[in-house]
């Protein structure tokens, strides 16, 4: 819930493969993966709140300690997490780490 899974690289798949299991995914963005982005499972874009967006992070120059995976303005990720699910300021919660109500600890 509320998990961005975005430009993963995989062998079986850019996102995930499952074996003999379910997994269940809400409000999430699946952006940008490998193809095949998901292998032994449906798609789940589109259900269950889960979007495929470019996430709009404020910064990703330089390389991956130098990133500021902070959602810029604009970014549809914003408000776009679990409807029951609160952020420290009382709106519905963002997709990505610093959504929720402990988003703001990071």
């Known amino acids: 819930m509320n998990v961005a899974v975005i430009a993963n690289i995989g062998h079986d798949a850019g996102a995930f493969a499952v074996d ?5 995914l809400r409000y999430g963005d699946l ?5 095949p982005t998901f292998t032994s499972m449906d798609d789940p874009t ?3 709140g889960n979007l495929a967006v470019d996430p709009g992070y404020t ?3 330089g390389g991956p300690v130098d990133w500021d995976l902070h959602l ?6 914003f408000d776009a997490g679990d409807p029951g699910l609160l952020d420290a300021d009382g709106t519905r919660s963002d997709i990505g780490a610093f959504g929720g109500p402990g ?4």
């Open 20 to 24: 003999e299991s379910t997994l269940a």
């Open 72 to 77: 810029a303005a604009g970014s549809a990720l």
């Open 59 to 61: 910064d990703l120059t």
């Open 103 to 106: 988003g703001a600890d990071w």
């Open 31 to 35: 952006y940008g993966n490998s193809a």
């Open 46 to 48: 589109g259900t269950d």
